[in-house]
């Protein structure tokens, strides 16, 4: 096994082609063939322990993206260590000969004080520019975490949806502009939801009006007709609703999964605290915080939800997949969810 993927990375030769010109052949002699199948994992093996040339900062790695984060107290004194640890993190990458991309590097502080919000990182004698937003798998974070930049950048993505959506109203019947809505519109809805999902209701409120928008087109009627029992009519979930059945799903996953025992750890219930019977003897304690940001993360509002669900209603079958276990969950709920036997919604 190890001669096989010894040949395939060692002794290859590539050209350049163009126009029906070739280049000269020339040996690589670093690195892995591009467009392979076995590329990409190989590369992931190459960096997997970059993770271990720093304690301070923590890494998120996708593909040939990475991520570092640190906090601290102090600015002055976590920008100093930032640019230390920086350091080692260059030394590995030069020892294992790659190259990192400064113009392609950022830096963001996410502070809740009121303070200078100007950071100076310094790598290899070249100041990382700072950006208050930055695109991250997708999604547009921003410093102030309120979603703002996201959420108007997928509003305007919509919003050219809904234009030919409008423009095939009364082109397509009503069960093809649904799926137009569930293929084009939907994804952007769904996507990250349980992030982005927590941001004010004034920020939200875009979102929240195209949507309608969009449903009172499929359902092809007046632009002020009461939206709620077209929501119920095309099986659809609104907005808000939908943020409530993805902390309940990641709730589900923290219970029931593996993948997130982090959060389970921090999962107590009132029985834990106290012997004695209550009517919340088996409700599982909200996380404190005077945070607003907080009470309205995922994790609180999941808790928050779950508490209320009958818990003997919730399906869990050991002889089953956990991934079947988790759809039909996800169906029962939504179910409830639609016909506002679960949470009143008045959105």
Same mark, same amino acid.
């Given at each position: ?235 659809? $979930?609104?907005? +808000?609703? @939908?943020?409530? %059945?993805?902390?309940?799903? =990641? ?6 999964? !593996? #993948? ?25 304690? $909200?996380?404190? +915080?005077? @945070?607003?940001? %907080?009470?309205?993360?995922? =994790? ?6 779950? !508490? #209320? ?39």
């Amino acid at each position: 096994m190890l001669d096989l993927l010894k040949d395939f990375v060692c002794n290859r030769n590539y050209f350049v082609s163009t126009n029906g010109l070739k280049s000269a052949t020339k040996t690589l002699n670093i690195g892995v063939p591009q467009g392979s199948t076995l590329g990409p994992l190989l590369f992931l093996l190459y960096i997997n322990d970059m993770c271990n040339c720093s304690t301070l900062l923590e890494f998120t790695q996708f593909a040939d993206d990475t991520t570092l984060t640190a906090s601290g107290p102090h600015l002055n004194e976590l920008t100093q260590s930032i640019e230390s640890e920086l350091n080692k993190v260059l030394d590995w990458l030069i020892a294992n000969k790659l190259i990192i991309n400064l113009t392609k590097t950022h830096s963001m502080l996410f502070s809740n004080k009121r303070c200078d919000r100007k950071i100076s990182i310094r790598v290899n004698n070249t100041v990382l520019e700072q950006k208050s937003e930055c695109k991250f798998l997708g999604i547009i974070v921003d410093d102030q975490l309120n979603w703002k930049a996201h959420i108007n950048y997928i509003s305007s993505k919509i919003s050219k949806t809904i234009a030919i959506l409008r423009l095939l109203k009364y082109t397509f019947p009503k069960h093809i502009l649904r799926t137009l809505y569930m293929s084009l519109i939907y994804p952007y809805f769904v996507y990250c939801n349980v992030i982005w999902g927590a941001a004010d209701k004034t920020i939200v409120e875009p979102l929240i009006i195209l949507q309608k928008k969009a449903i009172r087109i499929i359902s092809r009627v007046y632009y002020t007709e009461h939206t709620a029992p077209l929501f119920i009519s095309l099986n659809l $979930l609104k907005l +808000s609703q @939908l943020y409530d %059945i993805n902390c309940l799903l =990641f709730i589900y996953r923290c219970l029931y999964s !593996n #993948k997130l025992n982090s959060y389970k750890d921090k999962m107590f219930r009132n029985s834990d605290f106290h012997n004695y019977n209550t009517r919340n003897n088996s409700d599982y304690r $909200l996380p404190g +915080s005077r @945070l607003k940001k %907080i009470r309205q993360s995922y =994790f609180y509002k999941g808790t928050e939800l779950w !508490n #209320k669900i009958n818990q003997t209603e919730i399906p869990y079958k050991p002889n089953q997949s956990f991934k079947s276990n988790l759809a039909y969950f996800k169906r029962s709920i939504k179910k409830k969810i639609i016909s506002n036997l679960l949470f009143n919604d008045t959105n």
